[in-house]
């Protein structure tokens, strides 16, 4: 008894550590795109397939923040390895930024961008793919 009252106790304290941590970080993000281009502070060729000559592409991000100055992470992923952590600065509460990535022709298939707050706390993510 006494063992699964004290489990319940671990899992509704577990429970609200996580909820806290999600509602305490005043991030979210209102447009992600994965784009070949970045024209006139918007993604350009927007898509979530793209060809291997592709090269290069950009994760657009449109943040809204309850603070003036933030700091948010672009976290580029292949078959969920990390290739690149990008850290980008939020300088409003309404703010575009964007990261960049080299892509090796070799670099085929399932590809993510994490979004994370400073804390590692992940806000949303874009899958894509490069065929």
């Not at 090796?104 to 400073?118: C, F, M, N, Q, Y």
Request: aromatic share 10%; net charge negative.
């Amino acid at each position: 008894m006494k063992t699964k009252a004290f489990l319940m106790m671990f899992f509704l304290l577990a429970l609200s550590a996580v909820a806290f941590a999600q509602d305490t970080t005043g991030i979210s993000v209102e447009d992600i795109q994965i784009a070949t281009s970045i024209e006139n502070r918007e993604p350009a060729g927007a898509d979530v397939s793209f060809s291997a000559d592709v090269e290069k592409l950009y994760c657009f991000t449109k943040i809204k923040s309850e603070q003036e100055e933030e700091t948010i992470y672009h976290v580029w992923l292949y078959n969920d390895r990390v290739m690149a952590k990008i850290e980008l600065s939020v300088k409003g509460k309404s703010w575009r930024t964007w990261s960049a990535k080299n892509i090796l022709p070799a670099h085929t298939g399932k590809w993510r961008v994490d979004i994370e707050s400073p804390e590692g706390t992940l806000i949303t993510s874009k899958e894509f793919e490069i065929k």
